[in-house]
């Protein structure tokens, strides 16, 4: 089955720049999907189709794909982007959604 | 703009059958898919299967011989059985409405999200 490996944990300070990894064979060759949990509170979809923001996102959130690996950037980082951080595809191989092990991203 | 609730019991016993639903509302069942997704306890998302609008379910190989997924449309529902479970099935669960990508490559995304309900097994 597909896997999708991201670093337990990103640090950055205020105002910074984040970016959380995704890894994936030929990760490049499908759409990469984001979403940012707050503690107590279900996911939200931040990013799809690798670079397209859902209504309501700031564009500090921006993604990109290539290769084996895909990329979400969140700019000017703020205490409020505090979340963890998962990243998903869609496997065709047995038409499963795979979900990465999640990123704490830490606002320092 | 469309809403998910999920209702069911907070406590289940060791062997026994998990089962909850998930009400739909500012929106139809009719012509989507729809996922149900764990979170154990400190731990990550763990996608467990879905149901379509026209009843077909895919689930997760390692949960696929315990689970079934069924729908309503009369009440604009679905619903999650888990059987046999043990502790490790202890975890929040959520019901989730699926978009189909709009360009690129073919692949579905989770865009609407229940707030979850944390189900415990445990005697």
């Known amino acids: 089955s597909y896997v999708l490996t991201q670093p337990p944990s990103v640090s950055v300070a205020p105002g910074q720049t984040a970016r959380i990894t995704c890894g994936g064979n030929n990760i490049g060759s499908t759409n990469v999907h984001w979403y940012q949990q707050k503690p107590g509170q279900a996911p939200v979809l931040v990013v799809h189709d690798d670079s397209d923001r859902p209504s309501g996102i700031p564009e500090r959130f921006s993604g990109a794909s290539s290769a084996n690996m895909a990329t979400l950037t969140i700019s000017r980082v703020a205490a409020g982007d505090e979340a963890d951080y998962y990243c998903q595809v869609w496997d065709s191989s047995g038409d499963h959604r795979v979900l990465g092990g999640g990123t704490k991203l830490t606002v320092l | 703009q469309v809403q998910l609730q999920e209702s069911g019991p907070g406590l289940v016993k060791p062997s026994e059958t998990l089962s909850l639903t998930c009400s739909v509302s500012?929106?139809?069942?009719?012509?989507?898919?729809w996922s149900w997704i764990r979170q154990p306890p400190g731990r990550g998302l763990e996608w467990i299967g879905y149901?379509?609008?026209?009843?077909?379910?895919n689930y997760a190989p390692s949960l696929k011989s315990r689970l079934a997924i069924s729908l309503d449309t009369s009440k604009n529902q679905f619903s999650l059985r888990l059987n046999s479970v043990t502790a490790a099935d202890t975890a929040i669960y959520y019901c989730v409405r699926e978009s189909r990508s709009g360009r690129g490559f073919l692949s579905y995304y989770f865009d609407s999200w229940g707030p979850g309900t944390l189900v415990t097994v445990s005697s």
């Open positions: 149901i379509f609008y026209s009843g077909y379910t």
């Open positions: 500012g929106g139809s069942i009719s012509g989507f898919y």
